[in-house]
């Protein structure tokens, strides 16, 4: 699933909740969101999504707007934010009090992530190359030697 600019977009956000006036079932808000039913079970045990309604049948009854931040949320998981760090910058963006510039840090962090694991990559790689370099040689580090 790619993220789409309007995942992000806080005025489209605040527009979903604003019109989160319908109810819908499980199913439907997995359909509408790309993710299995199981998956919005997660995410509201996790604190992704409100603790939806029961209806008298014991049915979830979710909000619209959960189909909204659920994309949301797997905007910023594809983004590189753990499911720990979606939880909290959502948590910040529902206390209201969450900008840009209160939040950027959220993804500067990520990149930092990010740019660690490129790091630790190259020397992976290099290694790799070595090692080749050294089989191509005959000098395979991974072949047993014969005992003598």
């Avoid at 707007?65 to 659920?70: G, P, Q, S, T, Y």
């Amino acid at each position: 699933m790619a993220l789409s600019a309007t995942a992000l977009d806080p005025k489209v956000w605040s527009t979903v909740q604003s019109q989160g006036m319908r109810h819908v079932k499980i199913g439907q808000v997995a359909g509408e969101a790309g993710v299995s039913v199981d998956t919005v079970r997660f995410y509201e045990r996790r604190g992704v999504l409100p603790a939806a309604e029961r209806r008298p049948s014991g049915y979830r009854d979710f909000d619209a707007a959960a189909v909204e931040r659920i994309r949301l949320a797997k905007g910023l998981q594809e983004l590189g934010f753990t499911l720990d760090e979606v939880v909290d910058a959502l948590a910040a963006h529902d206390a209201g009090d969450a900008t840009c510039d209160s939040e950027r840090w959220r993804l500067e962090a990520v990149v930092e992530r990010i740019d660690a694991r490129m790091a630790e990559l190259g020397r992976v790689r290099r290694a790799a190359l070595e090692s080749l370099e050294e089989c191509r040689a005959g000098h395979c580090r991974f072949v047993p030697r014969p005992a003598r």
